[in-house]
């Protein structure tokens, strides 16, 4: 009777060990919010979505409705300081950070956009070093992506790619556009531009000649494909049917969709970093494991109080801009499951 009992306890406490283990699976990725910063003192002066971010070291970079672009210092992820600032003096759409320049792409009514380079070697002052008229036709209707790599500047419209030549970062000089269909985003992976269309769904270019793009592969997915990020031979292509695919683009000339995960909700932007990719939704934002690609899982998570738009991710910090002019600082955890079962033994 009494081994009855032994055993009895033993077969609930394994079950409960085996509870907790499953429980850390399900939910790796603990994410904690460190603070927020809004742009503006007044809430209740009109508001002006906060729609872009990027983070590089200790500063973020972000802009907003009005064209405000900020640099906030996040040394002290808890307390959040500006930095300095830089006033295009119109809307700025989207940016990139290279180097020591941040480069502002302004669309007007008529389609067409500039291109402000904003010095930002010293955080406290930017200013402005150079700009650029890119001359957009009026099927462009605006930039809509943009990704710098190798000196090289691209930047994707509702009608194709633009290339330029940022190797003289205050002279940007146009090299080159190659045509595509409602382009809402671009990532560079070697010598190749991955391109997301809302209706054609996934093409590979060839830029390693910057002045001569060449497209070399295709790959038919999801409508209304919104946000990309590419790594090690892989492309997160996620949309707004609330989906994510991982498409193996190792050989560039045949992208497969290997991977798949859906019910997320309309994602506005993905970004991957090392085994895991941040998808920004509204009101949500989710953590999905990909160190197998061919079977993303969702591994943790954060419920956000507006409609998200912008983010980025750079160690264990997470950066999302929303809807009421604000920026919420996040914090990762990694909980590694590994850690729990060897303290059983």
């Known amino acids: ?21 499953i429980v850390v699976n399900a939910n790796e990725v603990n994410v904690i919010l460190d603070s927020s910063f809004g742009y503006e003192d007044n809430y209740d002066s009109i508001r002006q979505e906060a729609r872009y971010v990027d983070i590089e070291g200790d500063y973020v970079y ?75 036709t009026v099927d462009d209707v605006g930039v809509r992506g943009i990704e710098s790599s190798d000196g090289c500047l691209c930047l994707t419209t509702y009608s194709g790619l633009v290339i330029l030549d940022i190797n003289n970062p205050r002279s940007p000089v146009f090299v080159s556009r190659y045509d595509t269909l409602s382009a809402p985003d671009v990532a560079v992976e070697g010598d190749h531009a991955c391109i997301v269309s809302e209706i054609d769904g996934l093409w590979l270019v060839n830029i390693s000649d910057p002045s001569s793009p060449d497209l070399v592969g295709t790959c038919d997915m999801i409508d209304y494909a919104r946000s990309i990020a590419v790594s090690d031979g892989y492309a997160y292509v996620a949309g707004y049917n609330g989906s994510l695919k991982v498409v193996d683009i190792h050989t560039p000339s045949s992208p497969t969709i290997v991977g798949n995960f859906d019910n997320v909700g309309s994602v506005q932007e993905v970004v991957v970093k090392d085994d895991y990719a941040y998808l920004s939704c509204p009101n949500q934002l989710f953590v999905v494991d990909i160190s197998n690609p061919l079977s993303p899982a969702v591994v943790g998570g954060y419920a956000t109080s507006t409609f998200s738009f912008g983010l980025d991710v750079e160690d264990n910090h997470v950066c999302i801009t929303d809807e009421y002019n604000s920026l919420s600082i996040l914090r990762t955890e990694i909980l590694n499951p590994a850690t729990y079962q060897n303290c059983e033994k």
């Open 62 to 136: 972000a802009v907003n409705g009005e064209g405000n672009f900020q640099i906030i210092d996040i040394s002290n992820s808890e307390s959040p300081k500006l930095a300095g600032d830089y006033d295009t003096g119109g809307k700025a759409d989207i940016f990139e950070i290279s180097d020591d320049y941040a480069y502002l792409v302004y669309s007007e009514c008529s389609g067409n956009a500039s291109l402000n380079v904003i010095d930002i070697s010293n955080p406290s002052s930017p200013y402005l070093a150079g700009s650029y008229d890119l001359d957009l």
């Open 1 to 21: 009777m009494k081994t009855n009992n032994i055993l009895a306890f033993i077969g609930i406490v394994l079950i409960l060990i085996y509870s907790v283990i």
